[in-house]
């Protein structure tokens, strides 16, 4: 027997709204695909669309399912901010750039971020995944501070430092998600 897709639909009709947008996402232990459509659309029609575009829902579904979650309420381990600190410094030496400061926070929504103002912020469920991985969001932060967007000129900057940078930022995608 075919076991059900396990998720949560959620339509809403918006006023205003022009165009339908489809997501999935985690909320907690659940999945949710959430349909927003204009206000006037038909249940009909969105049916139709539920049923087109099952294949691409569930293995979007399954692929959320396969993942490790990473709760914020389940600090790790103590320890981890001196090892960070000194890959932080690390690669930034390699690199040749230079950071205000680092400041560890405990996210539900992103690994790391960097300031214009030359702040990283690693998130310190970071602590959980391989080091390869922690060590591809510690170069990519750093890259920002040359390169405040998501150009070509900066990801081939990251690849000159780790070459398998790609690889490294889709496993870190299909294999975690924060919560
Ligand atoms: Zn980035």
């Avoid at 490790?68 to 309420?73: A, G, P």
């Amino acid at each position: 027997m075919k076991q059900e897709m396990q998720y949560k639909l959620i339509c809403q009709r918006k006023k205003g709204l022009k165009n339908i947008s489809l997501r999935i996402k985690r909320v907690d232990d659940e999945i949710e695909v959430i349909v927003r459509t204009p206000f006037l659309t038909s249940q009909a029609f969105i049916d139709n669309l539920l049923e087109e575009k099952k294949g691409w829902i569930e293995k979007k579904v399954l692929l959320l399912q396969q993942k490790t979650v990473l709760y914020k309420s389940q600090k790790p381990q103590q320890g981890y901010e001196e090892y960070f600190q000194k890959r932080v410094d690390f690669f930034a030496q390699q690199m040749g750039l230079t950071y205000s400061k680092l400041v560890f926070k405990n996210l539900k929504s992103r690994w790391g971020s960097c300031s214009s103002l030359g702040v990283i912020v690693l998130n310190i469920q970071l602590a959980k995944v391989e080091k390869e991985l922690q060590d591809y969001v510690i170069v990519h932060e750093l890259a920002h501070l040359k390169y405040m967007n998501h150009s070509k000129e900066f990801h081939k900057f990251v690849e000159s430092f780790l070459a398998n940078a790609k690889k490294l930022q889709k496993e870190l995608d299909s294999k975690y998600t924060l919560a």
